[in-house]
């Protein structure tokens, strides 16, 4: 076993070891988010005009049903780690700070479970 010192054995790892991956993965999907949204945008415009049918053709196509998916994903995820930030950051009662972000993910993965399965729903059924 080779022999560190206490600093490079800590360096990177931040108080709750996983500081560095969390921030990567909040700005990947952040940059994940922008193509997505931005499709979504100009799908959102082209269907204005239209009735629940038309949405639901729309819907019933594998591209989009897929793109808004992902959409959904990266979205509550991206959601679910910024909140999670300002609990960590802004709450300091212990107790107080793991029930918050209990319900951070708890209400990010029903929403998302919810949101999904809708849009599963309109494809399946299209």
Do not use: C
């Not at 800590?10 to 931005?38: D, E, K, N, Y």
């Amino acid at each position: 076993m080779k022999e560190q010192t206490p600093l490079s054995r800590a360096h990177g790892m931040g108080a709750a070891h996983s500081g560095v991956q969390h921030f990567w993965v909040q700005r990947l999907t952040a940059v994940a988010l922008i193509p997505l949204v931005i499709w979504f945008l100009v799908s959102l415009v082209g269907h204005v005009v239209g009735d629940y049918d038309s949405a639901r053709a729309f819907l019933s196509q594998p591209l989009a049903a897929a793109l808004l998916l992902l959409l959904i994903g990266a979205g509550f995820y991206h959601m679910k780690l910024g909140v999670q930030v300002v609990i960590e950051d802004y709450i300091h009662t212990e107790s107080t700070k793991i029930a918050l972000l209990i319900l951070n993910t708890f209400f990010a993965v029903a929403l998302g479970l919810i949101s999904a399965l809708a849009v599963l729903k309109l494809f399946i059924a299209g």
